[in-house]
Structure formats: C-alpha cells, structure tokens
C-alpha cells in the first residue's frame, strides 16, 4: 500500500517535499524526493533569527521551523538520568555546573526529536549524543514512531580524565541518525572521518562538544550555505562548528 505524502507549499517553497513512500519492513523508502532545504534569509523572513545565539525554549523553537526545511540537527540532551548516577559526593566547579542545568525527562526527549524528525529534509542528519548509560540501555525505542533510522556511531575521546566508580569516563558517543530514505550516496561526502575521533574539550561550558569533530560531520551533510541546528545549544558550540566550515546557525538554549 502507498501513501503519497504532500508537503504544505503555502507555507513554504525550498523546504518543500514530495515523494511517494513505500512502507517496507517496518521502515520507510521514498522513490522519489527532493532534497532542498530552506536558505537562511527564508527562515528569516519567517522571523526566526539566525547566526545568533537565542534564550528560547528548544521544543517551541522547533515548532516555529517549517516540515522537511534543514539538513542537519545536533541535539544534545540535558540527561537527568547521568546526574542521577553520578551523586560523587565530591563534585567540583564543572559537576556543579552541570546540576544547576535544566534536565530533561524522557518525554521531553521524545517530544524534542519528534519535532527535529518533522523538519528535517529527506535524508538528512541528527547527531544524537548520548553518555555511556543511555548508549549501553539503548536510544532505538525513542525513534520507533518516526522516519529516522540509525546509521553510524562515533565516540569522542576528550583525552582527559573524568569521574568513575570503576573505570574513569574519558569518551562520548555521537548515535548518527538519518531521515528516510536511507543512503549514504550523494549525501554524505566526505569519506576521512574516523569513528573514534580524539580532541580537547572547550572549558565554557560543562557539556561543551569538539567543535572540529562537528565541523567535519557538518561538511559532510549539508553544503556550503546550508543551515544547522541545535535546539538545547549550551555554549552553542554548533554555531562555531558551523560558522568553521561557511554554514549558517539557528538554534537556542533554555539558558540563552
Ligand atoms: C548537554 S547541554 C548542551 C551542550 C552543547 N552541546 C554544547 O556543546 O555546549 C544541554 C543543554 O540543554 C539545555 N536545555 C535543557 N532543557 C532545555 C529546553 N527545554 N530547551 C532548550 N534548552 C534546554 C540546558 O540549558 C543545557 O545547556
């Protein structure tokens, strides 16, 4: 059985998609899309600012951008379940920094990715870091009722000791995942980025991400001009990382 699925062209033009799906193993193939995102002066006219850092919740900012308009999301959430785990005892300055943050409870996740899965373009990208726990006990539930799928993972080692009960945390994981239809011919394009990827940590910001790692995963997935987001931003390395490479920022923190 096929179901045609028309985006809404009177809202918008360049982010528009059309393609006929083909439900097939509990999965989602299209035929034949289009995979134009939206230019940054488009998002623009529709008031949302971009290259800037906003104060805005994340879940309403994404409900601000248009279906099927970016080619690639980060997303890093505020894991309530890590600060759970880590009562030390003997936190520094950074641990606490990190529990003054605003956590994020699972239905909050899902509520975060169903919308990043609404605005991305057909085969487009989210970067999903997760810790070692949510890595070990799986994210793939929380992606069951939408179009995106699993495609790479790449851990980051920051090359500096963290916390640990047994072994000292040195590493991060970053779950890869991709909108339907599936593929990485034509999309990704850049073929040297090794799937254990060492670099420093920034030191602004407790959960602050390697800006190159992201950069090139940016070069990768979108083109020159092209706009990134990143919803739950915190130090906003993403706009850096974006900016590295000639690509245009839109996103926001709780914090600002
Ligand atoms: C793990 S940090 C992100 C760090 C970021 N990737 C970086 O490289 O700096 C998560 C961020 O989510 C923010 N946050 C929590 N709830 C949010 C919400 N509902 N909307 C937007 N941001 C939120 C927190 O303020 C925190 O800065």
Not at 130 to 142: A, C, I, M, P, R
Not at 174 to 201: C, T
Not at 223 to 232: E, F, L, Q, T, Y
Not at 236 to 253: E, Q
């Amino acid at each position: 059985m096929k179901a045609k699925i028309q985006a809404d062209t009177k809202t918008f033009n360049k982010g528009q998609f059309v393609g006929d799906y083909e439900p097939k193993n509990n999965n989602v193939y299209a035929k034949t899309c289009t995979l134009e995102s939206m230019h940054v002066a488009e998002f623009e006219e529709l008031g949302i600012p971009a290259d800037q850092r906003v104060k805005q919740d994340g879940i309403a900012f994404l409900k601000t951008l248009p279906d099927h308009s970016v080619p690639c999301c980060f997303f890093d959430p505020q894991y309530r379940g890590v600060l759970d785990k880590m009562n030390y005892g003997n936190e520094g300055a950074r641990q606490k920094g990190r529990a003054t943050l605003t956590q994020m409870h699972t239905v909050t996740i899902g509520s975060f990715i169903y919308e990043i899965d609404r605005v991305l373009v057909p085969s487009g990208h989210l970067f999903l870091w997760v810790d070692k726990f949510h890595l070990v006990e799986g994210v793939t539930s929380w992606f069951e009722c939408t179009y995106m799928n699993v495609v790479d993972l790449i851990t980051w080692n920051k090359e500096r000791f963290g916390m640990g009960y047994r072994t000292r945390r040195m590493g991060e994981y970053l779950v890869v995942l991709q909108k339907a239809p599936k593929r990485a011919k034509g999309v990704w394009s850049v073929h040297n980025i090794p799937d254990v990827w060492s670099e420093k940590q920034m030191k602004d910001h407790p959960h602050s991400k390697p800006i190159k790692l992201q950069s090139a995963l940016i070069e990768a997935v979108t083109r020159k001009g092209d706009v990134v987001i990143d919803p739950a931003a915190g130090s906003f390395s993403v706009m850096k990382s974006a900016y590295a490479v000639g690509r245009h920022f839109i996103g926001c923190d709780l914090e600002g």
